[in-house]
């Protein structure tokens, strides 16, 4: 399969300040990236789907304006959090879209302190 | 839009059984895939299955093999043979398919799978 680099694995940052979370296709061109977003214990709840080149596509209830999404290269799409509060603290997950196959990255744990 | 139902919030399993892993799904669309994804401690999610619809043969790999009732909406998984490196939290999945989708995944709540001895 192929794979999906995700960094940091773990962040912890102040309230109020930014964090950047970087998602690459290591090895294939994914012209589509999906962000999704996991609580404890509960199920992966999609965030934005992040096209290369074009504005992302949010769901709803997802304040854009807080999670900005950049995918500037075919390898890279980023998840910026900004001003982070603690109740921003969770798990985020991407995948990359490769046709009706998705991979996906390691996953990041933000803490918000 | 699409709905994923796991019905078993946890589930107990002892070495070397066989268990299956309930999923349901609702969908007005024809052409879609179904998964089934395995998320160990470590968090990452691992592939193990997967059905295009349109294909009535079900699915195996390996020890995973899957029960694919497309006009009830159900696929359930059945793990043969369980092993302790199955402990993990299983989701179900569903895709929509077509030219052009992007591959964007619905996922069920999750069903945690532990392994005893």
């Known amino acids: 399969g192929a794979v999906v680099s995700q960094h940091p694995s773990r962040v912890i940052c102040k309230s109020g300040t930014s964090v950047k979370i970087e998602c690459r296709s290591l090895?294939?061109?994914?012209?589509?990236m999906f962000w999704y977003r996991q609580f404890p214990k509960q199920s992966l709840m999609l965030m934005a789907t992040?096209?290369?080149?074009?504005?992302?596509?949010?769901e709803q209830g997802v304040e854009k304006d807080k999670f900005l999404i950049n995918h500037a290269s075919l390898t890279l799409s980023t998840l910026t959090v900004t001003s982070a509060h603690p109740e921003d603290s969770s798990f985020y997950i991407c995948?990359?879209?490769?046709?009706?196959?998705?991979?996906f990255g390691q996953g990041t744990r933000l803490t918000v302190v | 839009a699409q709905t994923v139902t796991q019905s078993q919030p946890e589930m107990s399993v002892q070495e070397a059984e066989t268990v299956t892993l309930s999923c349901t799904y609702d969908?007005?669309?024809?052409?879609?895939?179904l998964f089934w994804y395995k998320q160990p401690p470590s968090r990452q999610m691992i592939l193990v299955i997967r059905?295009?619809?349109?294909?009535?043969q079900n699915a195996t790999e390996n020890r995973f093999s899957v029960n694919f009732q497309k006009a009830a909406k159900s696929f359930s998984l059945k793990i043969s043979d369980s092993q302790l490196g199955d402990t993990a939290m299983y989701f179900c999945?569903?895709?929509?398919?077509?030219?052009?989708?992007?591959?964007?995944?619905?996922f069920g709540t999750g069903t945690r799978l532990q392994v005893t001895l």
């Open positions: 995948s990359a879209s490769r046709g009706t196959e998705a991979f």
């Open positions: 090895d294939f061109q994914a012209t589509t």
């Open positions: 992040s096209n290369e080149g074009s504005k992302a596509t949010y």
């Open positions: 969908t007005s669309e024809s052409n879609y895939y």
């Open positions: 059905q295009e619809a349109y294909k009535q």
């Open positions: 999945a569903f895709m929509k398919g077509g030219a052009g989708t992007a591959s964007k995944l619905t």
